[in-house]
């Protein structure tokens, strides 16, 4: 991570996080992070494993120049490659794994910009991870954006973050984070994901998940 606002809410998703693999919803104060509220979002999973927007930044609605509460995931992306960041994004809480993402953000005119994006898993429950807290944050800040919409973003690269390793309190009810490392060195973040996600999927005790919405603090 390059971008300070991917450090510090990194950082702070650490801190609160504590000796467990996941903060609990309740322990995020929006508060403590004013000051990048604009650049975050909550994502939630649904039963499909289609994460949407349930709160995002007013600086990413405004680079998408929509509100994106409510949408897919998917709609920040190029709909002919969105499947591995849905993959990834869907893995970091099924796997309760963070992760960060570099991508190209495209314009209409064929102005472009890259971005960091930092996906960290959330639970609503001890049970449930649910959730996950990101970020979006331009590598460059220029004049033209906000002014300029975003059509998509395009996935560049994508890695796990082992830089502080999950530190399970109980009996993990996930593997160990060391036991996801992808054996072949030429497979991709999202086709790994792609298979531990199948993987899951056929397990017969495979939970169902349909979250209740909530609130996350007021609107930045």
Same mark, same amino acid.
């Given at each position: 991570?390059?971008?300070?606002?991917?450090?510090?809410?990194?950082?702070?998703?650490?801190?609160?996080? *504590?000796?467990?693999?996941?903060?609990?919803?309740?322990?995020?104060?929006?508060?403590?992070?004013?000051?990048?509220?604009?650049?975050?979002?909550?994502?939630?999973?649904?039963?499909?494993?289609?994460?949407?927007?349930? +709160?995002? *930044?007013?600086?990413?609605?405004?680079?998408?120049?929509?509100?994106?509460?409510?949408?897919?995931?998917? *709609?920040?992306?190029?709909?002919?490659? &969105?499947?591995?960041?849905?993959?990834?994004?869907?893995?970091?809480?099924?796997?309760?794994?963070?992760?960060?993402?570099?991508?190209?953000?495209?314009?209409?005119?064929?102005?472009?910009?890259?971005?960091?994006?930092?996906?960290?898993?959330?639970?609503?429950?001890?049970?449930?991870?649910?959730?996950?807290?990101?970020?979006?944050?331009?590598?460059?800040?220029?004049?033209?954006?906000?002014?300029?919409?975003?059509?998509?973003?395009? +996935?560049?690269?994508?890695?796990?973050?082992?830089? &502080?390793?999950?530190?399970?309190?109980?009996?993990?009810?996930?593997?160990?984070?060391?036991?996801?490392?992808?054996?072949?060195?030429?497979?991709?973040?999202?086709?790994?994901?792609?298979?531990?996600?199948?993987?899951?999927?056929?397990?017969?005790?495979?939970?169902?998940?349909?979250?209740?919405?909530?609130?996350?603090?007021?609107?930045?």
């Amino acid at each position: 991570m390059r971008q300070k606002t991917s450090t510090e809410i990194f950082t702070y998703w650490e801190r609160i996080r *504590g000796s467990a693999d996941a903060p609990t919803r309740d322990l995020i104060q929006p508060s403590a992070v004013a000051h990048i509220l604009p650049e975050l979002f909550i994502l939630e999973n649904t039963a499909d494993d289609n994460p949407r927007f349930r +709160l995002a *930044g007013t600086g990413i609605c405004n680079l998408m120049g929509r509100e994106i509460r409510g949408e897919n995931f998917a *709609g920040l992306w190029a709909s002919s490659h &969105h499947d591995d960041p849905v993959r990834i994004a869907a893995g970091v809480m099924r796997h309760v794994v963070p992760a960060s993402i570099n991508a190209t953000g495209y314009c209409i005119s064929g102005r472009r910009m890259t971005f960091e994006m930092v996906l960290m898993p959330v639970r609503t429950s001890n049970d449930i991870c649910d959730r996950l807290l990101g970020c979006l944050t331009p590598t460059v800040h220029s004049t033209w954006l906000g002014n300029e919409r975003l059509e998509f973003l395009a +996935l560049d690269r994508s890695r796990l973050l082992y830089d &502080h390793p999950a530190r399970l309190v109980e009996t993990p009810p996930h593997p160990d984070p060391t036991d996801l490392l992808p054996f072949e060195g030429s497979l991709s973040l999202g086709e790994w994901m792609r298979r531990k996600l199948l993987q899951a999927k056929n397990s017969p005790d495979r939970a169902k998940i349909d979250p209740a919405r909530d609130r996350f603090g007021g609107r930045p």
